[in-house]
């Protein structure tokens, strides 16, 4: 492994090369902070605080690094500089997606800018980061914005897209002292929250019961277990889209179908319209992420280790599929003989869902533990369930 394909930490304006290091996805060497540089960076920083340009130069930076890193020729340390293709072609053998996904999720970045409100506070923010999408770069910008140092703490599984961003940052003026690029161990996170006067920190229940204790400044964005309440005859390509759009990287994508009226036909077509989405090619409404096969392995056994008692596959293709000469997670459906089944609810990083029977009280029960309740086939209440 060379020196040039190793991302290293982004450290007190300067970049720095720590001895500790692990393989990321797609070949490139991470530099891993370890404790001790947190707690020392942390407390610089509280010492002498950066310089930021006021609140209009701010975002006028930001719109200039976000198009920089949509369609530009982006210097990235330790992997040179990128233009959008070799963006693409970086995504795609790091994290397994088609150019097409690289293309719409960067676009949403600079549509989800433009949506931002934050409030104006100055101190430092860690954005710890998840592998599923770059989309949550967002958060990186909403800290900018506010007026805030921050410091990133990219995913180990997909580090390539938040070093983008920080070169593109970097490349448009945005001051290096108020940027930070800290990938670490699972065990640093804590360091980090300590460090630091407010944090976005996206992760699974796992990492809910972890930082239970919490912190003043804690933002955690966990999962959304999205859920669609289904009273009538809805379009299975509707709700196709809501399970497959994006990869089924996104919160807001469907794992839950509650059917007033029963599970068939629609479980039967929507499983047909999942199997009818091609892997590879890219299918053109949906393109697909393809995984390293020994993710995909474990997240298939997953699936049907939880099968039974009560549960079937809707779907025919295999979860773990293979096509092109790549592995993928297909597209996955599965019948639910009642609400309380183990994949009822579960929220995993590939389009799967569970589509199960039940009543109005049983629709308001999944509901309530869903942050994203989406109605499908009728007029729906405020509470996004039939009244």
């Known amino acids: 492994m060379t020196r040039e394909a190793t991302l290293p930490l982004l450290r007190g304006g300067r970049w720095y090369r720590s001895m500790d290091t692990v393989p990321a996805p797609g070949g490139t060497l991470l530099c891993l902070a370890p404790e001790i540089v947190v707690r020392d960076d942390a407390a610089r920083l509280r010492a002498r ?21 949509r369609h530009g020729r982006v210097p990235v340390e330790g992997l040179g500089a990128q233009d959008p293709g070799d963006f693409a072609a970086s995504m795609r053998e790091s994290a397994g997606l088609p150019a097409a996904l690289t293309r719409r ?6 549509e989800r800018l433009e949506e931002l409100e934050p409030d104006e506070h100055d101190g430092l923010t860690v954005v710890s980061l998840p592998a599923n999408t770059f989309t949550c770069l967002e958060a ?11 410091w990133v703490r990219p995913s180990r599984r997909e580090p390539v897209s938040s070093a983008r961003l920080i070169g593109a940052l970097l490349d448009v003026g945005w001051p290096a002292g108020a940027l930070g690029y800290y990938p670490s161990a699972p065990r ?22 972890d930082l239970a204790s919490g912190a003043p400044g804690l933002d955690l964005r966990g999962p959304g277990r999205a ?25 807001t994508n469907a794992c839950v179908i509650a059917c007033l009226d029963g599970t068939e036909p629609l479980g039967r077509r929507l499983a047909g319209t999942l199997d009818g989405i091609a892997l590879d090619p890219p299918d053109p409404r949906w393109p697909q992420a393809s995984w390293p096969e020994p993710d ?36 996955t459906l599965v019948e639910a003989g009642h609400p309380g089944h183990p994949l009822v609810g579960c929220e995993l990083p590939f389009p799967f869902a569970a589509v199960v029977a039940t009543d109005r009280a049983g629709a308001r029960r999944l509901a309530a533990g869903s942050r994203f ?3 499908a ?7 996004g369930v039939p009244s």
Do not use: N
């Open 227 to 251: 859920c669609v309440i289904v009273d009538g005859r809805p379009d299975p390509e509707e709700l196709a889209a809501r399970i497959a759009g994006d990869a089924g990287r996104f919160c």
């Open 49 to 69: 605080r950066p310089a930021m340009p006021d609140r209009s130069r701010r975002l006028e930076l930001l719109r200039e690094a976000v198009e920089r890193f």
């Open 377 to 383: 086939g009728f007029a729906a209440s405020p509470e």
């Open 188 to 209: 640093t996170l804590h360091a980090l929250i300590r460090g630091s006067d407010r944090q976005i920190v996206y992760g699974g229940d796992g990492l809910a019961a």
């Open 105 to 110: 999720w960067s676009d949403l970045l600079a």
């Open 140 to 150: 990186v910008l909403e800290a900018a914005l506010s007026g805030a140092a921050v």
């Open 373 to 375: 309740v989406h109605p």
């Open 296 to 331: 995909a392995a474990r997240l298939a056994a997953f699936v049907m280790d939880r099968l039974e008692p009560g549960g079937r596959l809707l779907t025919r293709r295999p979860v773990l599929s293979k096509a092109g000469g790549s592995v993928y997670l297909a597209p």
